[in-house]
């Protein structure tokens, strides 16, 4: 496989420049999509409001030790990570699946493009509004968090390394690991509806990891297992975009069409 | 004159259905050549193949030099040609000026041409003014010209049209037929599908009826002519027996009589015809009009078609 990825890429060179339009093109689109956007900058601006509520709660409430306390703040950083493998499903499987619906794709195709700035340039047009919306969430955690806790903790929990690594390193690559998976899916099915229901298979792995968390099987709050899993998800991305490239098949999304 | 488009027999097959069956033409520089067919012809698969978009069974075509099966060609017949598809293939929700200035960009247009070309263009179809409106709000015929705009934004040598006037208004297929016509005038090659007959018979320099297969190519004249009938009518001042019998000396198919109109059909109109004027106008008959009734080219084609 490796070996025709790359006698492909000579062929045709890759400019950077035009997946960025591309990008810039899908971001206009989105951005006349209010209430996708506003779903999109919703959902982590909730949590980065309800998960320090909830633990301010507990601990006020129902007296929860702070070891306690501390530990399901840590825990948080791998949520967002989870909420960032699954926020792109709802938009890049509309940017490819958008294109076929609207059918622009085959105008976008008789330009003199290459399969890899289209591919790019999806990617880049989902994972800006992503990373955004995410950071945003994680800025209003981390500031309600240490409001809320600071006074009973008597020090500020945010910022902190783990948190820090999840939100720099395993935050982006989950985005990007959520978009590889809807591009793949969305080249190959018709609908929206399809997009999601595959696309959502995606978020398995973390399910399994969330889970393993759960009945301390392993520990989400360390650093160390934080980059591992951002390891695993760099090793998925690369596998995935490959894939990606390689299954792009013009003339079959052309001719599925119908 | 230089051959723009050279389809060589050009085949697609789809599972088990044959959509295009070997099929051989060329276009030259300049003209207007018409694809004509019923729905299923294979008239958008052969104008997909043409554009790169999906690559024919067997066969070959070369377009201004390169060969649609070869990577590096495929690129350059990309810059080369403009595609109005099918379908309009816009972005609803983006204005006319942002869909044209997206795709000026990706044909890799310096920032002035790009936008020269735009305004030029939108300017031609009369929609420059309503270059911000969202293509959405637009009616089809003017969704259609923003397509057509959208295909010769990067000056385009050829352009391939798929049904470029289906489904609009008679005034508004008129405003995209002069269009075509004019893009013929700045010297641009153009393929068009069709499936109405009218169209092609007014505004291609050349035909190919096609129906899987390509059944005929030529001039619309020369297609009717190809068919055309063998019967000539005659208007007289008037007529009697001398002049009726003048003509039946001469051993005509058949003669029909309709008042002072004589309907006489004949084997070899070429030959016969001259003699039979000659005889009415010898018996003193006074020829007032003659006419060979040709078939219509809507004939020539429903007759092709069915065979
Ligand atoms: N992607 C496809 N898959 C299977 N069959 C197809 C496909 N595209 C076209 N066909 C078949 O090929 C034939 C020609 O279709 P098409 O080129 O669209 O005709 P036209 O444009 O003249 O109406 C039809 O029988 C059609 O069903
Ligand atoms: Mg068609």
């Keep these: ?247 792009f098949n013009r003339e079959k999304i052309i001719m599925e069409w119908k | 004159m230089a051959k723009t488009i050279d389809a060589r027999n050009l085949t697609r097959i789809f599972g088990d259905t044959t959509a295009v069956d070997n099929i051989s033409f060329s276009v030259d520089e300049g003209e207007i050549f018409g694809l004509l067919g019923p729905n299923g012809a294979g008239k958008t698969t052969t104008i997909r193949m043409l554009c790169c978009l999906i690559s024919p069974t067997s066969g070959s075509a070369i377009i201004g030099g390169y060969n649609i099966a070869d990577r590096e060609g495929a690129m350059n017949i990309r810059r080369m040609i403009g595609l109005v598809p099918d379908n309009v293939g816009l972005y609803e929700t983006l204005s006319a000026y942002d869909n044209l200035e997206f795709f000026g960009k990706m044909y890799e247009l310096p920032d002035g041409l790009r936008r020269e070309n735009v305004e030029k263009y939108l300017k031609l179809v009369d929609l420059w003014d309503k270059r911000d409106r969202a293509v959405g709000s637009f009616s089809k015929g003017m969704k259609q010209k923003v397509a057509i705009v959208r295909a010769l934004i990067h000056d385009p040598k050829v352009l391939l049209m798929d049904k470029p006037t289906v489904n609009l208004d008679p005034e508004a297929a008129k405003g995209i037929r002069d269009l075509i016509l004019q893009l013929r005038k700045d010297g641009r090659t153009v393929l068009i599908n069709t499936h109405n007959l009218d169209e092609a018979q007014r505004m291609c320099d050349r035909i190919g009826v096609l129906k899987t297969k390509l059944i005929a190519v030529d001039t619309p004249q020369n297609l009717e002519r190809a068919i055309s009938g063998t019967q000539t009518v005659v208007v007289l001042e008037e007529v009697n027996d001398d002049i009726l019998n003048a003509i039946k000396a001469v051993n005509p198919k058949d003669i029909k009589r309709d008042g002072n109109k004589l309907i006489i059909d004949v084997n070899n109109p070429e030959k016969e015809t001259p003699v039979i004027i000659n005889a009415i106008v010898s018996a003193g008959g006074k020829v007032i009009s003659a006419n060979r009734i040709g078939a219509s080219l809507e004939e020539v084609y429903l007759k092709l078609v069915k065979e």
């Design chain 1, 1 to 247: 496989m490796r070996k025709s990825t790359l006698s492909w890429s000579r062929s045709e060179t890759m400019k950077f420049w035009k997946a960025w339009i591309i990008a810039k093109k899908d971001l206009s689109i989105l951005k006349r999509r209010k209430t996708l956007v506003g779903l999109i900058m919703a959902l982590p601006l909730a949590l980065g409001i309800a998960l320090p509520s909830l633990t301010y709660y507990l601990m006020i409430r129902r007296n929860i030790p702070l070891s306690m306390a501390t530990e399901l703040l840590a825990s948080f950083a791998f949520f967002f990570m989870i909420i960032a493998a699954l926020l792109p499903l709802y938009i890049s499987s509309y940017s490819l699946v958008g294109e076929k619906i609207e059918k622009s794709l085959e105008s976008l195709l008789v330009t003199p493009v290459t399969d890899e700035e289209i591919l790019i340039g999806k990617y880049i047009g989902a994972f800006l509004p992503m990373i955004i919306s995410i950071y945003l969430g994680e800025i209003v955690f981390m500031a309600l968090a240490d409001f809320l806790t600071f006074t009973k903790l008597g020090y500020l929990f945010y910022p902190n390394w783990s948190f820090g690594i999840a939100m720099f390193i395993g935050v982006p690559l989950a985005i990007i690991y959520g978009i590889s998976f809807s591009v793949l899916v969305s080249s190959k099915v018709n609908s929206v509806q399809s997009a999601y229901q595959i696309g959502a298979t995606s978020l398995i792995p973390f399910y399994v990891l969330y889970v393993m968390g759960e009945i301390n099987l392993i520990s989400l709050t360390s650093s160390t297992n934080i980059l591992l899993i951002s390891a695993g998800l760099l090793i998925a991305v690369v596998i995935l975009y490959l894939v990606s490239k390689k299954t």
